[in-house]
């Protein structure tokens, strides 16, 4: 089956940039979406299809993909963006969604 | 508004049956596809299969087939999952969540439901 690889943290000072990856198998020919979680939340849809934002999310979440890496990046990073990602394919080979292993982002 | 409001915790046997649920409101029932992900405790996301309360057609990641049952009630709005024998290893938060279609990104998510099996 497809698998997805994030690093399980990363940590990031307020005002600084984050940059989360999701490495997997010629992923740059897959829409990818990322979603928040943080806890005793739902979670939300920060990113679809690689570089799409849906309503209502900061300009300062945005998403790029290629190759064999798709990447989360949040720029001026607020303590509120303190939480859970995770990475989102649709297993075209598999007929169901894989998702990433998830990276804890911790706002230092 | 769009909700999905899920069922409270549950605390079950290994063996014993369960139904967990997701009422969903501010949008048409029938128009869109319900998912279901598990969270294991301290662990990642698994989507497990999705159902379109439209037609009760449903798919099932091979992983969950024939481990859970997906149904939906279109007089109520509400989706389901559900357990005929759990398992300890079945605890775990279950979040119900939206798609537009099968292979479109979750827009909405239910709050989750922890569901704990132990003897």
């Known amino acids: 089956s497809y698998v997805l690889t994030q690093p399980p943290s990363v940590s990031v000072a307020p005002g600084q940039t984050a940059r989360i990856t999701c490495g997997g198998d010629n992923i740059g020919s897959r829409s990818v979406h990322w979603y928040q979680l943080r806890p005793g939340q739902a979670p939300v849809l920060v990113v679809y299809d690689d570089a799409d934002r849906p309503s209502g999310i900061p300009e300062r979440f945005s998403g790029s993909n290629s190759g064999n890496t798709a990447t989360l990046t949040i720029s001026r990073v607020e303590a509120g963006d303190e939480a859970d990602y995770y990475c989102q394919v649709w297993g075209t080979g598999s007929g169901h969604y894989v998702f990433g292993t998830g990276t804890k982002v911790t706002v230092l | 508004e769009v909700q999905l409001v899920q069922s409270g915790a549950e605390v079950k046997k290994p063996g014993e049956s369960l139904k967990i649920s997701c009422k969903v409101s501010?949008?048409?029932?029938?128009?869109?596809?319900i998912g279901w992900v598990r969270q294991v405790p301290g662990k990642g996301l698994e989507w497990m299969g999705i159902i379109y309360p439209g037609d009760s057609d449903t798919k099932y990641n091979p992983s969950f087939q024939g481990q859970v049952t997906f149904s939906a009630d279109k007089s109520i709005n509400t989706a389901y999952l559900q357990w005929s024998s759990l398992k300890a290893s079945d605890t775990a938060i279950y979040y119900c969540?939206?798609?537009?279609?099968?292979?479109?990104?979750?827009?909405?998510w239910g709050q989750g439901t922890l569901v704990t099996v132990s003897s």
């Open positions: 969540a939206r798609h537009k279609q099968v292979t479109e990104p979750i827009d909405y």
């Open positions: 501010g949008y048409s029932f029938t128009s869109y596809w």
